[in-house]
């Protein structure tokens, strides 16, 4: 039998967000709007595209999130994926109980929200999460928006969404000019990722600071 040993506790940055997403082409809009968002309300959006180190994948998930002080899980993209074998992906919805299970044993303490598309999907798919508030985006980005400052209303004041709109549409602009300059395909790449964050975060000071 293996040995089984116990890890320190992780550090817990009470700012940080972790994003459990899609990464999915026809998300984008959805994704920007998150780190957009999360970065308005003075919190710091952390993904799974942080991580790069050689260990396992799911322990390096684990890891981030419990650094975390926050997690938001969209459940939104639970769908077949279309190369056969027709499969449901799974990833997300574990994340989201290796959330549920840390936020039980944690003594720093970590709040999770779950966010979806459609009002009931969840209540049908995943219906050990009945009870459970679930924010409905409807697909759009003012639905990521509102849900997010409904969140995190207690966090840092009134939920700044003029500023999170803005955030969101200067991040939109710059989007194929930092996909460019790191010579990537995709904005789910950490480079890319990390820019659009540090991106954000000047916006808010800027916008937040009456220089823009």
């Not at 056969?84 to 994340?95: D, K, L, Q």
């Not at 299970?101 to 966010?115: L, R």
């Amino acid at each position: 039998m293996a040995r089984r040993t116990s890890a320190a506790p992780a550090e817990i940055d009470a700012r940080a967000v972790f994003l459990n997403l899609p990464y999915h082409p026809h998300y984008e809009r959805l994704f920007v709007a998150y780190i957009a968002g999360i970065t308005a309300l003075g919190l710091a959006p952390r993904t799974a595209l942080e991580l790069t180190s050689g260990a396992r994948r799911l322990d390096r998930i684990r890891q981030l999130l419990e650094e975390c002080r926050y997690s938001v899980h969209d459940l939104s993209y639970l769908k077949l994926d279309p190369p056969a074998p027709r499969t449901p992906r799974f990833n997300m919805p574990f994340e989201l109980g290796v959330a549920y299970s840390h936020a039980h044993h944690s003594s720093g303490g970590h709040e999770w929200f779950v966010f979806d598309a459609k009002p009931y999907c969840l209540q049908k798919s995943l219906s050990d999460l009945n009870g459970t508030d679930v924010f409905i985006h409807g697909g759009t980005v003012e639905g990521v928006l509102r849900g997010l400052s409904d969140c995190f209303v207690k966090v840092n004041g009134p939920p700044p969404m003029a500023v999170s709109r803005r955030i969101y549409r200067e991040l939109r602009r710059a989007q194929s000019g930092v996909l460019r300059r790191f010579g990537a395909q995709t904005i789910y790449s950490p480079r890319v990722f990390k820019e659009l964050a540090l991106m954000a975060r000047a916006l808010t000071a800027r916008i937040r600071a009456g220089e823009g």
